[in-house]
């Protein structure tokens, strides 16, 4: 089954404690994306990347860090999170042209205390 | 920049009512690409259309229609006869093909009361 997957699909964690979110997708898709969701802000995207090793920044990138070492890869990491970090993050992927609609994984809730 | 503008937060309607989710964007590329998604209560985001800027025509899909007005820098989604299944938040997004950042509207939460 084609498929974006998101891990973990819940977290909590403390100020300052370093975390990854995975994604990983098996359409072989060169477009990944990160986009968290906040109410009232809609989704925001955080980085994308076009195929491996090319990575770019979205609109609110500060705070994160992403990689891209494969290309069905693309994990979000966090280095040092903050309270303003906590939201719904969702991954997403598509082939290389932007023409083409987005698969969305099921989305991650994060929580940072 | 770019942005897309769904000024509409949220739109309670009644059943079999029609309604429309309005989506105003601005960019400055010339080839570019607008799309709609659902995301139903559920959480998951569902595709469900996509123009880009050289096609201005209208499509209908079902109960489902848009209409894409470049002069107007418009891009809005008609339901007709409402069912309570449509009830989701829809959100606009445009994608530029010169770099390809995505910018989602805010969302339009809508609910069709039976």
């Known amino acids: 089954e084609a498929q974006v997957t998101q891990n973990p699909r819940y977290l909590i964690t403390v100020t300052g404690k370093k975390l990854t979110v995975t994604c990983s997708q098996n359409?072989?898709?060169?477009?990944m994306s990160w986009y968290r969701q906040d109410p009232g802000l809609g989704l925001r995207q955080i980085y994308y990347s076009m195929n491996v090793e090319v990575t770019d920044k979205g609109d609110v990138p500060e705070g994160y860090k992403v990689s891209r070492k494969e290309k069905r890869n693309f994990p979000l990491i966090l280095e040092s999170p903050s309270p303003n970090q906590t939201s719904l993050y969702f991954c997403?992927?598509?082939?290389?042209?932007?023409?083409?609609?987005?698969?969305f994984g099921p989305g991650t809730r994060l929580t940072v205390l | 920049a770019q942005k897309v503008t769904q000024a509409q937060t949220e739109i309670s309607v009644v059943e079999k009512e029609d309604v429309t989710l309005d989506c105003v964007y601005e960019?400055?590329?010339?080839?570019?690409?607008l799309f709609w998604y659902k995301q139903p209560p559920s959480g998951e985001l569902v595709f469900l259309i996509r123009r880009n800027s050289f096609d201005e025509q209208n499509e209908i899909s079902g109960r489902y229609s848009w209409n894409f007005q470049k002069s107007t820098s418009s891009f809005n989604f008609t339901i007709t006869a409402s069912q309570v299944v449509d009830s989701a938040v829809y959100f606009c997004?445009?994608?530029?093909?010169?770099?390809?950042?995505?910018?989602f509207g805010t969302g339009t939460k809508l609910q069709v009361i039976p």
């Open positions: 997403a992927s598509r082939p290389g042209t932007a023409y083409n609609e987005q698969f």
């Open positions: 997004a445009l994608v530029p093909q010169r770099y390809q950042k995505v910018t």
């Open positions: 359409m072989n898709h060169e477009y």
């Open positions: 960019t400055r590329d010339t080839t570019y690409y």
